[in-house]
């Protein structure tokens, strides 16, 4: 496990968003390479331009967690809505605690701004206005029905009233947007962020033990959009831990598959909502879309510089010994130890857990239906018969890693 930046990480999870819809294809980074330019125009120090690059990246998060109509970013629910889920998804982090007060009041207008500051300082409601802008601007001319030029957009910004966006926040995005290299930077597909945004930020890594308490918190992400995934995540990585343990796998192996564990299911951002939630069995184009999410896992870790080395353990949970998984169909000879133990995790898992369509199974079941599996040659046998000779033990550190989700859960819809 190496070294990851947070940059890297949360442009990683970013990513991940541009698979719900074509309409929002990357938005969130357009958004946050135009907040990067106008901070420099601004004069905004390292601190402040990191905070708005991190909240033009996750902006519309909660969106994601509403499961809101997203073509041409056309909400159906009260723009604060979503605006407020984002925030409260964000906010726990202490290196995204800021951003998320900028994620609260992206749609809210100057003027509400000014005359009801509340408890958040007067600097960061002026960069929630300034993402409100850039995500305007990126609306104007990439979504929506009527879409704009360059010159359009540029027209309709300086024209916008004071009470919707602040003065300075108009004369900069005047002023940078002038020069060509602003919408070039935020046309530019191919270059790593990093490059297209520059120096202005503060490019901090998180080590090794600061990681894995981000993983957890990206595991709410993705788990907190539905009640029946709202545990999922950690009673897959407690699980995983516990067997690569008795599998004698090496602590930071053990650090490693709990990152995995944590990560495996972050294509589930891509997946609608109300699939998560179907009361009933999946239409084959429906099942299609759900598939997908371990090959968006995947994308997305590899994009990650120091994730490369989990993502195969993360993002093949869904292959199978004998070739029938997916994405890629890989057999035996292809799955590593990591894999395998994930992959009867997850499964244990998941028919432990209650779905939509049906109630969690009991110990006896589950001990049937994995020893199904691995005589169909879908699971490996070896990994199988250590959680059954284990099962107390791994079952009950499962059960209270699901119970402590679940507490977080609730606490996180009651707020």
Known sequence: MENVYLLDLIHGISSALDYVSTSVTGHHRRVAVASASIATTLGLDSDNTTDLIMAGLLHDIGAFSLDLKLDGLDFDADLTEHSLVGYRLLREHPLLHRSSQMVLHHHTPWQDLQDNPGEIAKETLFLSNVLNLMDRVDILGKVGIKVFDREHIRSAISNYSHVLYAEDAIDAFMEVSKEPMFWDRMEDKESPMREIIGTGFHDQYIPQDQLLDFSRFFSQIIDFRSRHTATHSQGVAETAVQLAKLAGMSERDQRRMRLAGNLHDIGKLAVPVRLLDKPAKLEPEEYSTMQNHASVCENVLRSVPGLE?????????????????????????????????????????????????????????????????????????????????????IDSVRLMAQSRALSEFKRFRSK
């Not at 057999?331 to 209650?354: C, H, M, Q």
């Not at 049937?368 to 691995?374: F, G, Y």
């Open 309 to 393: 080395n989990i993502s195969d353990w993360a993002c093949q949970h869904h292959e199978r010994l004998n070739g029938k998984g997916y994405p890629h169909g890989l057999d035996e000879t292809n799955l590593s130890k990591g894999s395998r133990i994930l992959a009867v995790a997850d499964v244990y898992t998941a028919i432990s857990e209650d779905r939509p369509y049906r109630d969690g199974m009991p110990p006896k079941k589950v001990h049937s239906v994995l020893d199904s599996m691995v005589d169909s040659g879908y699971l490996d046998g070896n990994i199988v018969n250590l959680l059954m000779d284990n099962f107390e033990l």
